[in-house]
T-cell receptor, first 110, second 114 residues
Framework: RKEVEQDPGPFNVPEGATVAFNCTYSNSASQSFFWYRQDCRKEPKLLMSVYSSGNEDGRFTAQLNRASQYISLLIRDSKLSDSATYLC???????????FGSGTRLQVQP | ETGVTQSPTHLIKTRGQQVTLRCSSQSGHNTVSWYQQALGQGPQFIFQ???????GRGNFPPRFSGLQFPNYSSELNVNALELDDSALYLC?????????????FGPGTRLTVL
């Protein structure tokens, strides 16, 4: 079983749609949680950290459920520029290593 | 831009050769981590260097080795290259802080092994 599992997609949605990505992680010792965005053939870039209380950054909302070991990302009012691969990432502070899911590809269409 | 730089951007090698990849961390960051990203996969942790010492290692064989220098820049060395080593190699820098250690990635080096 992979440490971080994501639906690979692709998710094809029209502009303006709301789309949600889910992710599960297996290591209950994980301490920090993130969503990264990766454009084709580019490096991953931090989109947002994920906190237990849930957090929002503009059109993006992230949720964490530690009991279920589940992380989500909601994107509202999708833009063409949101087309990318979204990587769910967890960090076991003891190991100091980021563990990535394989990513979920989003394609926003006009 | 994160301020993390990597060189070279692209590299082509043949099986059995050795390669050295370089990374300069963001100003003020004392930790460098290296990741390998195969096509269609998420990055996989190779190892991390903190204050010139290896500070954690993923599931990679000993032919993957590294160094960190006093200015916190780093090298990744891979010996006896195999076809499966073809991937995007990413370095990420961070400031070790027990409250947060967000990692910032460089643009990567794309290695092709023929």
């Amino acid at each position: 079983r992979k440490e971080v599992e994501q639906d690979p997609g692709p998710f094809n949605v029209p502009e303006g749609a709301t789309v949600a990505f889910n992710c599960t992680y297996s290591n209950s010792a994980s301490q920090s949680f993130f969503w990264y965005r990766q454009d084709c053939r580019k490096e991953p870039k931090l989109l947002m950290s994920v906190y237990s209380s849930g957090n929002e950054d503009g059109r993006f909302t992230a949720q964490l459920n530690r009991a279920s070991q589940y992380i989500s990302l909601l994107i509202r009012d999708s833009k063409l520029s949101d087309s990318a691969t979204y990587l769910c990432v967890v960090n076991d502070t003891g190991r100091r290593a980021l563990t990535f899911g394989s990513g979920t590809r989003l394609q926003v269409q006009p | 831009e994160t301020g993390v730089t990597q060189s070279p951007t692209h590299l082509i090698k043949t099986r059995g050769q050795q390669v050295t990849l370089r990374c300069s961390s963001q100003s003020g960051h004392n930790t460098v981590s290296w990741y390998q990203q195969a096509l269609g996969q998420g990055p996989q942790f190779i190892f991390q260097y903190y204050r010139e010492e290896e500070n954690g290692r993923g599931n990679f064989p000993p032919r993957f080795s590294g160094l960190q220098f006093p200015n916190y820049s780093s090298e990744l060395n891979v010996n006896a290259l195999e076809l499966d080593d073809s991937a995007l190699y990413l370095c990420a820098s961070s400031l070790v802080d027990f409250s947060t250690d967000t990692q910032y990635f460089g643009p990567g080096t794309r290695l092709t092994v023929l």
